[in-house]
DNA sequence: GCAGTGACTAGTA
DNA sequence: ATACTAGCCACTG
C-alpha cells in the first residue's frame, strides 16, 4: 500500500480508487484514507499526491492540513484549477495517463 | 456479534 | 451543475 503511494512520482497525483487497485484492493478506496490516515509524518510517505476522484485533496477534519498539501503540490508542480481542483487528466498518475496523455 | 463512522466512488434524481 | 443513496471494507463502541 505504502509502496504504491512512494511509487506516485513528483508532480503526479492518484485518487484513492488507483490507489486501491495498485495496491490490489479495488473498490476499497476506503481503505486507503485509513491507511493514510494511520501515518505517521515519519514514514516518508507522499501522502499528500494522493487525492480523492474529483480531484481536490480530502479535509480529514482539518482543512489546514488540506491547504497545506495543496501548496505541497504546487511546489511539486502539479497545477490547480479554478476551484482548486486538479486536473486528473493531466496529473492522475494512472493506467490512462502513464506517460500518455489522456486524449479528450 | 451488531451498529455507527469514515482522508471514497459511482449512479440516480 | 449539486444532493442524495447505495456499495464497499476496516476500525471503534
Known sequence: MYAVVRRIPCGRVATYGDVAALAGRPGRAREVGWALHALDAESRVPWQRVVNARGEV?????????????????????????????????????????????PR
Do not use: C, Y
Open 58 to 102: 480530502s479535509a480529514r477534519g482539518e482543512p489546514a492540513a488540506a491547504r497545506v498539501q495543496r501548496a505541497l503540490l504546487e511546489r511539486e508542480g502539479v497545477r490547480f484549477g479554478s476551484s482548486g481542483r486538479i486536473d486528473l487528466a493531466k496529473h492522475r498518475w494512472g493506467p490512462a495517463s502513464r506517460g500518455k496523455a489522456a
